[in-house]
């Protein structure tokens, strides 16, 4: 069964930083790309970056270019998000997913910038 | 990075059908843009629907099927159910980065 569980969420100042994981299992990771994509609280999903499988091409949201850094390991089939400069508007629950195509998803993990 | 954009809110009868549409401010939205269709309902994780504009997955309902028309990727539920009410998102591909649109809210009444 395929599953991803995102974790490393949790409350955080402005200009703080957090990395999230998404731990996967039941398939073989390496061969997939992955795609974190957000919502903030009661909003729409907002696409934020996504690495192919080898780790050797990314590409982000303009919102976060800058800011956010997408990696992976594959030898422990978990994804990450490194988070710097975080700011109020971040807040939101983070989903990783994989591609392609884009099936299963995380259930997410909440990030709350606040002071 | 481009707008993609989606009605607001539909409201479609027990039974009936209604056509979700996308659009890209870029221009027509081709098979290139590789649409796919997410639901979400409230509280839960959204679920891949429909990917590269018509193909299924295997728990998609035979009810939703998906297309471009009028230079937008489409959407359509076919005999709608009260479970299908839920927020709908298209999520579509530019050269590498991907733009959802701002959801489009069914109700079933």
């Known amino acids: 069964e395929v599953q991803l569980v995102e974790s490393g969420g949790g409350l955080v100042q402005p200009g703080g930083s957090l990395r999230l994981s998404c731990a996967a299992s039941?398939?073989?990771?390496?061969?997939?790309?992955m795609h974190w994509v957000r919502q903030a609280p009661g909003k729409g999903l907002v696409w934020v970056s996504r690495?192919?499988?080898?780790?050797?091409?990314?590409s982000y949201a303009d919102s976060v270019k800058g800011r956010f850094t997408i990696s992976r390991d594959n030898a422990n089939n978990t994804l990450y998000v490194q988070m710097n400069s975080l700011r109020a508007e971040d807040t939101a629950v983070y989903y990783c997913?994989?591609?392609?195509?884009?099936?299963?998803w995380g259930q997410g993990t909440l990030v709350t910038v606040s002071s | 990075q481009a707008v993609v954009t989606q009605e607001p809110s539909l409201t479609v009868s027990p039974g009936g059908t209604v056509t979700l549409t996308c659009g890209s401010s870029?221009?027509?939205?081709?098979?290139?843009?590789?649409p796919y269709w997410f639901q979400q309902k409230s509280g839960q994780a959204p679920r891949t629907l429909i990917y590269?504009?018509?193909n299924k997955h295997s728990w998609t309902p035979a009810r939703f099927s998906g297309s471009l028309l009028g230079g937008k990727a489409a959407l359509t539920l076919s005999g709608a159910q009260p479970e299908d009410e839920a927020d709908y998102y298209c999520?579509?591909?530019?050269?590498?980065?991907?733009?959802f649109g701002g959801g489009t809210k069914l109700t079933v009444l």
């Open positions: 997913a994989r591609d392609p195509p884009i099936d299963h």
């Open positions: 039941g398939f073989t990771f390496s061969r997939y790309w």
């Open positions: 690495i192919n499988s080898d780790g050797s091409s990314t």
């Open positions: 870029t221009g027509a939205v081709t098979s290139g843009h590789y």
């Open positions: 590269d504009t018509s």
């Open positions: 999520l579509l591909s530019y050269s590498g980065a991907r733009v």
